[in-house]
Structures are given as structure tokens and as C-alpha cells.
């Protein structure tokens, strides 16, 4: 039931996300197949239509928000039922503001709770705080005390969401590693353009490597890097949860950090991050000082795959004579639509067999923080993708998100295959003679 148009500031986030949503869902019903905890349940409310259909019921004021909260929990936020809804129903906006409005609703202190808060609103947004918790984590390594606890069976007595997180937990690297990129890279002759690379709030600390294959390979095609040092935690993971405020608080603060570069483009090499940038101008439409600067913002926001593709990868490529799987990120294939760029770059490379993969639009379980919040249902996905994978007999699997990279090494060593996890730059950079590059992470391969 559609209600007469109420002014914006008298509207819950339901309200306001119907009213301004350009599609309404036709009840087709195309979408559910491609839906992973529809499939998981075969239940229609924990479908894409049976969650806007309750969430539909709240906006109008013929369901309490309390009742919804669970379904909307349980939503993976993958968007997979984007790309197949024919209507163009924008599934991932009416979740967020379902989210926000179930946020908006709780009250009491609830630990859980206020961890996670902390967590996103206060740690990701402070590179200090996130490059002191890898230093702790490093330690608990390095130090032989989780090879201990891991093999005592002490961890078994954690909560199921902290066991969760310290099994994600990749090799931290030491202090040396986690050196900021350069703040200006200069690149390799003719020049093609110029760049700013958005570097992430969790990537600098936990997987520095591919910030730095990304900066050398731009260069290496002919883009001039900036990194504004500025630049902190860029909202997605907020927003994802429903904390609209706290994501539109670091939208401004990131559109300000790169309003000092008037490079072309803002590249990233997060599928997260990039969806989440592609939709500033969406977040802030409202605020009168930003709109317009976000939406400009927006239109300059590539993946780092899309602007690698805007020619042919530039000579010469070393070969990498291994057989790699694609596993799509959610956030590329359904939140940006970007599925050819990265396989076309792959493609490129010398020798490299790229293979395809059963189900690799298929969310992996990570799902931003959806792992810590759900370890079964996210172990259940994961053993799903790991089963996929391990299909086509891989030597590298690749892909462009830090979260689906984290939860699919998980599974690489929990199931004891003998694969590397890896991000498409860093295969690239390897093709462009990083390092040791391939001859050391596959000897045999050489
Ligand atoms: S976002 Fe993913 S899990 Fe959620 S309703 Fe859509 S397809 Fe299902
Ligand atoms: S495919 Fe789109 S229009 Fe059809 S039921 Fe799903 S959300 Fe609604």
C-alpha cells in the first residue's frame, strides 16, 4: 500500500527507503532461487520478497520492528537478488534502512552489542587503534600462545562469535610489513593518468600486499598513485549493520580526505568498499552540504579491475603457468556488477589457465561481519564454495575482497587443500615480477 509523500524528516528509514525507492517488487518471485538463506530454508521470510514484503508491513505501521529483526538478521546482504530481479528492485538499500530501523528500535545494554558497535564506530575508523590491535595480534602469533590455545582445545570454551573470529584470523604480519604505501608513486612511462587509491581500514594491517601489488601495478600501466594519508574507514561494514549515522559520519570524512587530489578516478581494490563508495551519493542525498559532492564523488569510483581493463595490460607479463579459480566477491559481481574485468585481466597473464568455477556468484559466508554473527550458517556456505573450488582442482584461487579472502583461506586450511588464497593484483604484480613472486609461492609451477 503506497502512503501520500510525508516530509523526509518525519519518516523512519523504512518509510523513507519506500518512498524513495525507484522499483517496487512485483512478487515474481525470481529472485529466490539465487538466494542463499532461501535456499538454506525454504522458507519465504527469509527470502528477498518475504523480507520486503515484512519490511514493507513495518513501513506501513502493520508489524512491529521488533519481528522483523531476526530476518533481516539472518540476510546475508550478498544481493544476489538484485541481479536477478528483472524490476530492479534495490534490495540492498531497503535491507540497511531495515536495519537501521530495527537499531533505532533496541534499547538496554546488551555486551554483544556494544561490543560490535565499538568495534565498527570506534576501531575500524582509527588506522592507530587497528595497526595496535594486528601489533597484539602479531604477538599472540608470533609468540607460539595461539598454537598453544589452538591446540589445547581451550578455544572451544569462547564464546561462538569470538571462537569465530580468532579462526579467521589470518598470519598477522610483523610491524615492518604493515608500512604504509607511498603517498605519491610515479609511474611507469607514457603516463596514462592519475589515480587515488583508497586503502581500507582493515587491509593495511592484515593484508598489506595487496595495497602494495595494486600501487605497482597502476604504475606499472601508467597511473600516477595518490594515497591521501587522511583517509580513514570508508562506512560499508557500518552501514551493512543498520549504523547509517556512523556511515554517513566517515562518508564526509573520506570525500574530504580525497577532495585534495583531483585525480580521475578513486580506484579500489575492495568490493566492499567499492560498492559502498558507488553509493555515497545515495547515503548523503539528504545532507545539502554533501549531496552533490557525494554524487560527484560516486561517478569517479572504479574498481581497480574496471580501470586495468580500459586497455590492454602493458608489456612485458611474466608467465604464471598456474590453474586458477574466480570466485566472484558479492560486492563486485551484485553490488557493482562487475563480473569480466577481473577474469579479462587474469586472461593476460602468460600461461595462466583460468578455470571456471560451479557457483561462483554464491556468496562465500563472509558477508562482511556475517561470519562472526552466524558461524553456522556461514560454515555451511563456505563448505558449499570450498566443495565448488576444490571441483575444478585449482592450484591459486583468487578474488577481490579481503573478507571473502579471509573466510576462504579459513575453509583452504580447515579442509588441509594445498591452495593459495590470493587477490587478482597480486597475481598481476607477480606477472610484473614482484618479488619472488610465483617462484616462491609455487616452486614447482616454475
Ligand atoms: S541479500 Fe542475499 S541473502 Fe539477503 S535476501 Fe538477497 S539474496 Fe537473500
Ligand atoms: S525478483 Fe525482484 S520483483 Fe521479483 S520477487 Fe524478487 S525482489 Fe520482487
Redesign the pocket.
Known amino acids: 500500500m503506497q502512503h501520500a509523500p510525508q516530509p523526509t524528516a518525519a519518516l523512519s528509514p523504512l518509510q523513507h527507503a519506500f518512498q524513495h525507492a525507484e522499483?517496487?517488487?512485483?512478487?515474481?518471485?525470481?529472485?529466490?532461487p539465487t538466494c542463499p538463506t532461501y535456499r538454506l530454508t525454504g522458507q519465504e521470510a527469509a527470502?528477498?520478497?518475504g523480507r520486503?514484503d515484512l519490511m514493507q508491513a513495518v513501513a506501513d505501521g502493520d508489524l512491529p520492528v521488533h519481528e522483523i529483526a531476526a530476518q533481516l538478521d539472518f540476510c546475508l546482504g550478498c544481493r544476489a537478488?538484485?541481479t536477478?530481479?528483472?524490476?530492479?528492485?534495490e534490495?540492498g538499500k531497503l535491507l540497511e534502512a531495515g536495519r537501521a530501523e530495527v537499531r533505532d528500535s533496541q534499547s538496554g545494554f546488551h555486551l554483544g552489542a556494544w561490543l560490535q558497535r565499538w568495534c565498527l564506530e570506534e576501531l575500524l575508523p582509527s588506522p592507530a587503534l587497528v595497526q595496535q590491535g594486528a601489533g597484539f595480534l602479531h604477538g599472540y602469533q608470533a609468540s607460539g600462545l595461539q598454537h598453544m590455545l589452538r591446540a589445547s582445545g581451550l578455544l572451544r570454551l569462547l564464546p561462538p562469535r569470538l571462537a569465530a573470529m580468532e579462526a579467521l584470523l589470518p598470519p598477522v604480519p610483523a610491524l615492518a610489513a604493515r608500512r604504509p604505501v607511498a603517498a605519491d608513486t610515479a609511474p611507469a612511462p607514457p603516463e596514462q593518468g592519475q589515480v587515488a587509491l583508497l586503502t581500507g581500514c582493515i587491509m593495511p594491517a592484515f593484508l598489506p600486499e595487496v595495497n602494495q601489488a595494486t600501487v605497482q601495478v597502476l604504475a606499472a600501466n601508467g597511473y600516477r598513485v595518490h594515497v591521501p594519508t587522511s583517509q580513514r574507514c570508508c562506512g560499508a561494514l557500518q552501514a551493512h549493520t543498520g549504523a547509517l549515522e556512523s556511515a554517513r559520519h566517515l562518508a564526509r570524512q573520506t570525500i574530504t580526505a580525497f577532495a585534495a587530489t583531483d585525480a580521475e578516478w578513486i580506484v579500489v581494490n575492495s568490493a566492499g568498499c567499492g560498492a559502498m563508495l558507488k553509493a555515497y551519493g545515495h547515503l548523503l542525498q539528504d545532507d545539502q552540504a554533501f549531496a552533490s559532492r557525494a554524487a560527484a564523488f560516486s561517478q569517479r569510483v572504479r574498481d581497480v579491475s574496471e580501470v586495468l581493463t580500459e586497455a590492454p595490460l602493458r608489456q612485458p607479463l611474466l608467465p604464471v603457468p598456474l590453474r586458477v579459480a574466480y570466485d566472484d566477491p558479492c560486492h563486485l559481481m551484485h553490488g557493482q556488477q562487475i563480473r569480466q574485468p577481473p577474469r579479462a585481466l587474469l586472461q593476460q597473464i602468460p600461461g595462466l589457465t583460468l578455470l571456471t568455477v560451479p557457483e561462483s556468484d554464491w556468496c562465500c559466508g563472509s558477508a562482511g561481519i556475517y561470519n562472526l554473527l552466524h558461524p553456522d550458517t556461514a560454515q555451511t556456505l563456505l563448505a558449499r564454495k570450498l566443495a565448488h573450488l576444490a571441483s575444478v582442482a585449482p592450484q591459486l584461487i583468487v578474488t577481490g575482497n579481503p573478507g571473502c579472502m579471509l573466510q576462504l583461506r579459513q575453509g583452504v586450511a580447515q579442509q588441509g587443500l594445498a591452495v593459495e588464497v590470493r587477490h587478482p593484483v597480486e597475481v598481476l604484480a607477480w606477472a610484473y615480477g614482484a618479488g619472488a613472486g610465483v617462484r616462491e609461492q609455487f616452486p614447482a609451477a616454475t
Not at 522499483?23 to 529466490?32: K, R
Open positions: 522499483t517496487s517488487c512485483i512478487q515474481c518471485g525470481f529472485c529466490l527470502s528477498p520478497r520486503i537478488c538484485e536477478a530481479c528483472p524490476a530492479g528492485v534490495f
